[in-house]
């Protein structure tokens, strides 16, 4: 007998099947003119929080650009930043492509040589700082992870990236201010001042030879309030207070010779917000990002626990690797010093935080 139809054909008095159109392969549109990552990674971090969504990076001859596959948003983003946008010649499926992202930091963070605690300290970077994680591979390594492991590529300036832990950055949509309303080769990190009695919102910039605190407000915009300029050249910051919601402290920590010396010793000053020019306490430590982890002495601040779990407040703690010092406000002395010995010191194994 007659077998059953199979396969496309059209039933008896029926239309055939509709035919399925080829699916055309999504050619990117790039954006402006290749570049070192670490200038594009800055150009991407001014972008508003929705253009920054739909943009990847890959790679383009000598350099890296931005890349979507919306036009509509390539043509948006090249104005922004006064440059083109273009489709690509040959699209190339299997090119690397790197995902942008803007973290903050959670705490203080070191950033490094390599993927791994054991890599050489490269810098370290301010509570708050913004930096743009790209995640992907790049040279062999694996940039992204989950929130508690793994490794990110950061770039927190045009001259300053390296690997930070996953565990340390959390993700942030709000505004960046704009490239040209600071230096490119600013870290900046948010902060919260109080000075003369105000509370407002800042951020923190810092270059090479230079501190900058800059007023700004809910569009990122910046006004510059406060410089320092050093002798030396700049190696650590963080912002403290005298005592609790009280006037905000800049600590700086700079290499007196304006380069890297083979004994770790930085110079620390701190100097209250409301009067940079005059340095208020100041102090020799053995806390270069040269020294071995074990051999390096820290500073930082504020704490709301001191020796043995005391419960105050205290502005600033030195950590030597047998000893920790806990530091207070005098104001008859207008300095910071130690409670009275031995309240404010403990001894014993001090491991990196």
Known sequence: GAGTATGSAAPPGGLPPPAVAPVEPTIPTLIGEPMPLSELAARWRALGSTDRTGLVVRPLGDGWVLATASPGLATRVASALGTTSRPEDAPALSATILTPRLFRTNARSNVRRGPTQEAGMIATIADEALVVG??????????????????VRVFASS??????????????????????????TEVLSRVTLHEGGVEYD?????????????????????????????GGA????????????????????EWPSGR???????????????????????MRLASGQNLPDARRDGLGGPFSRGPRGEEAFFPLRIRRPRERVWLVWNETRRTFEPPPIPTAIEVGDTPME
């Open 159 to 184: 001259t300053l990236d390296g690997w930070t832990a996953r565990r340390l950055l959390e993700e942030d949509g709000r505004c960046a201010p704009a490239v040209g309303d600071f230096t490119a």
């Open 134 to 151: 790209m995640i992907g591979t790049i040279d062999d390594q694996v940039s992204g992870g989950q929130e508690t492991e793994g490794w």
């Open 234 to 253: 700049l190696a650590d910051a963080f912002v403290t207070e005298l005592s609790n919601d009280g006037e905000s402290v800049l600590v700086l920590a």
């Open 202 to 230: 800042a951020f923190l910039g810092i270059d090479a030879r230079s501190a900058r605190i800059y007023e700004t407000d809910e569009a990122c915009n910046l006004l510059e309030r406060h410089v320092v300029r050093t």
């Open 260 to 282: 890297v010396a083979a004994d770790g010793r930085q110079t620390w000053t701190a100097r209250l917000v409301s009067d940079v020019d005059t340095v208020v306490w100041e």
